[in-house]
């Protein structure tokens, strides 16, 4: 395992379809983080886990949004009815405890149409 | 709130040319910075994590620097290449308690050859 893997890289969705996206950090990291990023702008946080413990989320995971790291070991992150606005690249980093170096995933990218 | 601005947006110099990007960042009570690059469509590869006791970090030819009190940092870049034009994006980490990374809209770097 040399980096963090996500999947899939691509999603192209109609509005109201449920979207599932898969994150596996890198081994043995505990912390495990989601961001999400429209284009021009720096990627916003959504939410992070300290091994399976969700521990924040940000105001802009709706309720639609559910964040999940089972084992804590990969984590997946729904979107339930998505809608146009959710169209955005979705990213994932991982970092080996609190602090410390984070290092991003390629990133999923979603297009609702 | 933390807030991130990364002064000049968008940068085109020709190659070999030394270069500075600017980032400020209004809380400085930061843990540590990360800078990244971003290539387009893709992740964010770390590049250099300078610590808050630090006043400099070098990765061959980067070097960034942080003066926490002033809430700034700045990545230089010496004898510039084509292969490093990308979007640079700083982050700093709020830490104590606040574990997340916020990002400003990052600068959009052209390396003319």
């Known amino acids: 395992d040399t980096g963090v893997s996500q999947d899939p890289r691509h999603k192209i969705t109609k509005r109201g379809q449920n979207v599932t996206f898969r994150c596996d950090p890198i081994s043995e990291h505990n912390r495990l983080y989601w961001y999400r990023q429209t284009l021009g702008q720096g990627p916003e946080f959504l939410t992070y886990f300290q091994n399976e413990a969700q521990l924040e989320k940000s105001r802009l995971l709706s309720d639609r949004f559910s964040a999940e790291r089972p084992k804590g070991s990969f984590s997946t992150l729904e979107i339930q009815r998505t809608e146009q606005g959710d169209s955005a690249m979705y990213l994932c980093?991982?970092?080996?405890?609190?602090?410390?170096?984070?290092?991003f995933g390629q990133g999923t990218r979603l297009t609702v149409v | 709130k933390q807030e991130v601005t990364q002064i000049p947006a968008a940068l085109s110099v020709p190659e070999g040319e030394n270069l500075v990007l600017n980032c400020s960042f209004t809380d400085s009570a930061i843990y540590n910075l990360q800078w990244f690059r971003q290539d387009p469509g893709k992740g964010l590869t770390s590049l250099l994590l300078?610590?808050?006791?630090?006043r400099e970090q070098t990765s061959g030819r980067l070097n960034a620097s942080l003066d926490k009190s002033s809430g700034r940092s700045t990545l230089y870049i010496a004898a510039s290449q084509p292969g490093d034009s990308a979007t640079y994006l700083c982050a700093p980490h709020s830490g104590f308690g606040n574990e997340k990374l916020t990002f400003g809209t990052g600068t959009r770097l052209t390396i003319i050859p």
């Open positions: 980093a991982s970092s080996s405890v609190r602090y410390t170096e984070a290092f």
């Open positions: 300078i610590q808050s006791s630090q």
